[in-house]
């Protein structure tokens, strides 16, 4: 099993800068990639940025050139550096590890466990 807990949040003016770090425990060496997902209200769950085993990125086009996602592998932590915030960034946002777990049989489940999320208010 695979725990997250995020920090990070808080309020923020637009323009501003946050950072969040996502910190992962237990079976650490099953993860494949690491991801930041957000939700504001009245809205569906949108996938923010994305960090895989090779070190490759993905971002949201929303997002791209301000957020940077990047990872502390002996610390095990994912961190997303939010920069030019805008209050549409305004949202919960979670971290969550996507992987494998293998079975006695080698047959393999994927899964993807999520942090407790943590809110992000840009306003002035």
């Known amino acids: 099993q695979v725990q997250l807990v995020e920090s990070g949040g808080g309020l923020v003016q637009p323009g501003g800068s946050l950072r969040l770090s996502c910190a992962a425990s237990?079976?650490?060496?099953?993860?494949?990639?690491r991801e930041w997902y957000r939700q504001a209200p009245g809205k569906e769950r949108e996938l923010v940025a994305v960090i895989r085993r090779d070190g490759s990125t993905n971002y949201a086009d929303s997002v791209k050139g301000r957020f940077i996602i990047s990872r502390d592998n002996d610390k095990f932590l994912v961190y997303l550096q939010m920069n030019a915030l805008k209050a549409e960034d305004t949202a919960v946002y979670s971290c969550a590890a996507e992987g494998l777990h293998y079975d006695a049989y080698g047959t393999p489940t994927a899964y993807r466990v999520w942090g407790q999320g943590t809110q992000v208010i840009v306003s002035s």
């Open positions: 237990g079976s650490i060496s099953s993860i494949n990639a």
